[in-house]
Protein backbone atom coordinates (compact mmCIF):
# COMPACT_ATOMS: atom_id res chain seq x y z
CA UNK A 1 0.00 0.00 0.00
CA UNK A 2 1.14 3.20 -0.82
CA UNK A 3 0.77 6.57 0.69
CA UNK A 4 0.41 9.88 -0.37
CA UNK A 5 2.54 12.49 0.27
CA UNK A 6 1.19 15.89 0.59
CA UNK A 7 3.54 18.58 0.78
CA UNK A 8 3.13 22.22 0.31
CA UNK A 9 5.24 24.50 -2.33
CA UNK A 10 6.30 27.12 -0.52
CA UNK A 11 6.93 29.53 -3.28
CA UNK A 12 5.54 32.78 -4.59
CA UNK A 13 3.64 33.23 -7.54
CA UNK A 14 6.09 36.14 -8.80
CA UNK A 15 9.48 33.71 -7.57
CA UNK A 16 11.38 33.01 -10.80
CA UNK A 17 12.00 29.44 -11.52
CA UNK A 18 15.66 28.09 -11.41
CA UNK A 19 15.36 27.53 -14.98
CA UNK A 20 14.69 31.08 -15.47
CA UNK A 21 17.50 32.03 -13.25
CA UNK A 22 20.36 30.04 -15.01
CA UNK A 23 18.69 31.37 -18.83
CA UNK A 24 19.00 35.47 -17.37
CA UNK A 25 22.14 34.60 -16.13
CA UNK A 26 23.39 33.31 -19.30
CA UNK A 27 21.79 36.04 -21.19
CA UNK A 28 23.81 38.78 -19.05
CA UNK A 29 26.87 37.06 -19.54
CA UNK A 30 26.94 37.15 -22.78
CA UNK A 31 25.89 40.80 -23.23
CA UNK A 32 28.63 41.74 -20.30
CA UNK A 33 31.19 39.56 -23.18
CA UNK A 34 30.17 41.35 -25.88
CA UNK A 35 30.34 44.76 -24.54
CA UNK A 36 33.67 43.79 -23.09
CA UNK A 37 34.87 43.04 -26.50
CA UNK A 38 33.47 45.70 -28.17
CA UNK A 39 35.15 47.85 -25.40
CA UNK A 40 38.32 46.16 -25.99
CA UNK A 41 38.91 45.99 -29.89
CA UNK A 42 37.20 49.56 -30.81
CA UNK A 43 39.72 51.91 -29.56
CA UNK A 44 42.56 49.05 -31.07
CA UNK A 45 40.68 50.26 -34.56
CA UNK A 46 42.94 52.45 -36.84
CA UNK A 47 41.95 55.98 -37.44
CA UNK A 48 41.19 57.53 -40.07
CA UNK A 49 43.07 60.81 -40.87
CA UNK A 50 41.77 63.90 -40.27
CA UNK A 51 41.99 66.62 -43.08
CA UNK A 52 43.54 70.03 -41.32
CA UNK A 53 40.88 72.99 -41.39
CA UNK A 54 42.25 75.65 -43.27
CA UNK A 55 40.45 79.29 -42.75
CA UNK A 56 39.48 81.19 -45.88
CA UNK A 57 42.39 82.94 -47.26
CA UNK A 58 41.98 87.16 -46.75
CA UNK A 59 43.18 89.29 -49.77
CA UNK A 60 45.87 90.90 -49.11
CA UNK A 61 44.37 94.12 -49.65
CA UNK A 62 41.86 93.97 -46.88
CA UNK A 63 44.50 93.05 -44.98
CA UNK A 64 46.17 96.12 -45.69
CA UNK A 65 43.50 98.28 -45.50
CA UNK A 66 42.65 96.77 -41.84
CA UNK A 67 46.12 97.32 -40.50
CA UNK A 68 46.21 101.22 -42.10
CA UNK A 69 43.74 102.51 -40.08
CA UNK A 70 44.61 104.75 -37.67
CA UNK A 71 44.19 104.32 -34.04
CA UNK A 72 41.67 107.01 -32.20
CA UNK A 73 42.96 109.77 -30.08
CA UNK A 74 42.15 109.28 -26.93
CA UNK A 75 39.67 112.23 -25.53
CA UNK A 76 40.44 114.48 -23.34
CA UNK A 77 39.37 114.31 -19.92
CA UNK A 78 37.07 117.09 -18.95
CA UNK A 79 38.77 119.50 -16.24
CA UNK A 80 36.53 119.56 -13.05
CA UNK A 81 36.45 122.80 -11.07
CA UNK A 82 35.79 123.04 -7.61
CA UNK A 83 32.17 125.27 -7.72
CA UNK A 84 33.81 128.33 -5.17
CA UNK A 85 31.92 128.08 -1.39
CA UNK A 86 29.10 130.35 -0.64
CA UNK A 87 29.77 133.25 1.59
CA UNK A 88 28.00 132.77 5.40
CA UNK A 89 25.26 135.36 5.20
CA UNK A 90 24.70 136.65 9.06
CA UNK A 91 22.07 135.44 10.50
CA UNK A 92 18.89 137.38 12.04
CA UNK A 93 17.47 137.49 15.29
CA UNK A 94 14.20 135.49 15.04
CA UNK A 95 12.08 136.59 18.02
CA UNK A 96 10.13 133.77 19.58
CA UNK A 97 6.63 133.53 19.42
CA UNK A 98 4.55 132.69 22.25
CA UNK A 99 1.94 130.04 20.83
CA UNK A 100 -1.31 129.83 22.46
CA UNK A 101 -2.26 126.62 25.18
CA UNK A 102 -4.11 123.97 23.52
CA UNK A 103 -7.35 123.83 25.66
CA UNK A 104 -7.89 120.28 27.06
CA UNK A 105 -9.56 117.77 24.58
CA UNK A 106 -12.52 116.63 25.62
CA UNK A 107 -12.55 112.87 27.18
CA UNK A 108 -14.33 110.27 24.83
CA UNK A 109 -16.55 107.74 26.48
CA UNK A 110 -14.78 104.76 26.89
CA UNK A 111 -15.93 101.76 24.43
CA UNK A 112 -18.31 99.71 25.34
CA UNK A 113 -17.17 96.25 27.00
CA UNK A 114 -16.84 93.59 24.20
CA UNK A 115 -18.10 91.03 27.12
CA UNK A 116 -21.36 92.47 27.47
CA UNK A 117 -21.88 93.65 24.07
CA UNK A 118 -21.73 89.78 23.33
CA UNK A 119 -23.37 88.77 26.02
CA UNK A 120 -26.31 91.33 24.38
CA UNK A 121 -26.23 88.99 21.06
CA UNK A 122 -26.00 85.52 19.99
CA UNK A 123 -25.96 82.89 21.97
CA UNK A 124 -25.19 84.42 25.40
CA UNK A 125 -28.67 86.29 24.47
CA UNK A 126 -30.34 82.92 24.28
CA UNK A 127 -28.63 81.17 26.87
CA UNK A 128 -31.71 81.21 29.12
CA UNK A 129 -33.48 79.12 26.41
CA UNK A 130 -31.00 76.97 25.59
CA UNK A 131 -31.19 76.72 29.28
CA UNK A 132 -35.03 75.62 29.39
CA UNK A 133 -34.14 73.31 26.35
CA UNK A 134 -31.54 71.16 28.14
CA UNK A 135 -34.18 70.89 31.44
CA UNK A 136 -37.04 69.42 28.97
CA UNK A 137 -37.71 65.93 30.04
CA UNK A 138 -37.15 64.00 26.62
CA UNK A 139 -37.98 60.30 27.56
CA UNK A 140 -41.72 61.90 28.00
CA UNK A 141 -41.47 62.94 24.54
CA UNK A 142 -40.17 59.29 23.46
CA UNK A 143 -42.83 57.20 25.32
CA UNK A 144 -45.59 58.86 23.16
CA UNK A 145 -44.43 57.70 20.15
CA UNK A 146 -42.34 54.41 18.95
CA UNK A 147 -38.79 55.59 16.97
CA UNK A 148 -38.88 52.65 14.92
CA UNK A 149 -41.88 53.14 12.99
CA UNK A 150 -42.47 50.62 9.77
CA UNK A 151 -39.09 48.77 10.92
CA UNK A 152 -40.89 45.26 11.10
CA UNK A 153 -43.37 45.95 8.36
CA UNK A 154 -42.15 43.96 5.33
CA UNK A 155 -43.36 45.36 2.01
CA UNK A 156 -45.43 43.90 -0.19
CA UNK A 157 -43.23 43.68 -4.13
CA UNK A 158 -46.69 43.79 -6.10
CA UNK A 159 -45.92 42.40 -10.15
CA UNK A 160 -49.30 43.28 -11.27
CA UNK A 161 -47.50 46.59 -12.28
CA UNK A 162 -45.07 45.02 -14.30
CA UNK A 163 -47.27 42.45 -16.49
CA UNK A 164 -50.38 45.84 -16.49
CA UNK A 165 -49.91 46.71 -19.67
CA UNK A 166 -47.84 44.01 -21.60
CA UNK A 167 -49.98 43.74 -24.98
CA UNK A 168 -51.00 47.29 -24.98
CA UNK A 169 -48.47 48.82 -28.46
Not at 114 to 136: F, T, V
Request: charged residues 30%.
Amino acid sequence: MTTAVAYRVYDLPWTPSPEDERRLRRVLGAALGLFIAFGVIIPLLPERERAEIVPPAVPERVVEFLLEQPKPKPKPEPKVEAPPLPKPEPVERIERVERPVPAPVAVAEPKPDPRKKAAASGLLAMSDQLAEIRDLDVDRDVDAQPLNAGAGERTRVDRALLTARTGEG
